[in-house]
Each structure stands twice: as structure tokens, then as C-alpha cells.
């Protein structure tokens, strides 16, 4: 699905950052082999208090889906109030990025339906 390889996914998230809406965490879109299948597209985020590995990436149900992954952590971790202000900044961050990628996604789709 041409609408999410890498030129086109990193053409949307320099849209999303002229937007304004990227805050402090760090976003990398990575080069995949699309003929791994639909599922290409990914993002790895970088979380400014946690290293928890995150990344966001389309899944294919009934339909293209853009969904955040958390990897599990091997151990706890414990955040002082500012620090879990910060997270949670960096939460709805990417929670808005998703939506959005989501967004363009569907309008490509139905694009590609139209034509």
C-alpha cells in the first residue's frame, strides 16, 4: 500500500511538525522492506523520561490501522511528579500522531478508491 512507504510517511510526519504539534520527544521514521507486507510504516518514538521502547506502526484488520506499541520493561520505574508530567506530555503526543497518521491514512485510502 504505497501510502505508507517511507517517503510518504516521513512527508506526513514533516507535515505533522510544521503543524506545530511534535513536541519534545524524539520521531524516526524507519526504512522497511515492503514486501515484508502491508504492515510497513514504522515510527520508533523517543520518550523523554522512560526508554521504554515505542513505536508506531500500521496493522492491517478490516482495515489500515495505525496503532502505538509499548515493549515491555524489564524493570520498574519510578518517576517523580515532573518527570510523570512529562510523560504524560509525551503520551498525548503521540496519541495525536497516531490520530493524525490515521487520518491521512484513510483520506489516502479513499483516495486510492476514488481513482
Known sequence: MPYRDHAV???WIDDYRALGHIGAAAIDVLEQDASAGP??????????TVTTVTYIHPVVRDRPE?????E???HDIDLTPAQ????A??????SR????LQE???????DSAVA
Open 66 to 70: 495505525w496503532v502505538v506499541t509499548f
Open 104 to 110: 491521512r491514512t484513510d483520506a489516502a485510502a479513499g
Open 97 to 100: 500522531l497516531c490520530a493524525y
Open 72 to 74: 515491555a520493561r524489564e
Open 9 to 11: 510517511v516521513s512527508a
Open 39 to 48: 504492515e510497513t510504516g514504522l515510527i520508533i518514538v523517543g520518550l523523554r
Open 89 to 94: 506530555a509525551d503520551l498525548e503526543s503521540v
Open 84 to 87: 510523570t508530567a512529562q510523560l
